[in-house]
């Protein structure tokens, strides 16, 4: 399983200079015609949400972590939670 960032986490992505901000973990979305899921949805910081623009990257896509986002014991639950899905999971894991 990946270890995954907690929401809210603001990265840099590999080769870019914009901040990327962490809305979404495991998000499934239609990838040429292929259902795959990533590990992560986010949106250019600090714009935000853009419906037409939502950025989708997995963990080895991060080269950098600026600021890391709230952990608690329900972050714990959920990492646990995810890995079960993961594990079930019937799509594959885009590459990007």
Same mark, same amino acid.
């Given at each position: 399983m990946t270890k995954l960032l907690p929401l809210g986490t603001i990265v840099y992505l590999q080769d870019s200079t914009t901040k990327v901000m962490i809305i979404g973990r495991g998000p499934e979305f239609n990838?040429?015609? !292929?259902e795959v899921y990533s590990d992560y949805a986010g949106v250019v910081y600090p714009e935000g949400i853009n419906p037409e623009d939502s950025i989708f990257f997995n963990q080895e896509n991060i080269e950098k972590v600026v600021f890391e986002g709230f952990k608690d014991e329900e972050e714990d639950e959920y990492l646990? !939670?995810?890995k079960e899905w993961e594990n079930e999971l019937t799509v594959k894991k885009a590459k990007m």
């Open positions: 990838l040429d015609g !292929e646990t !939670e995810y």
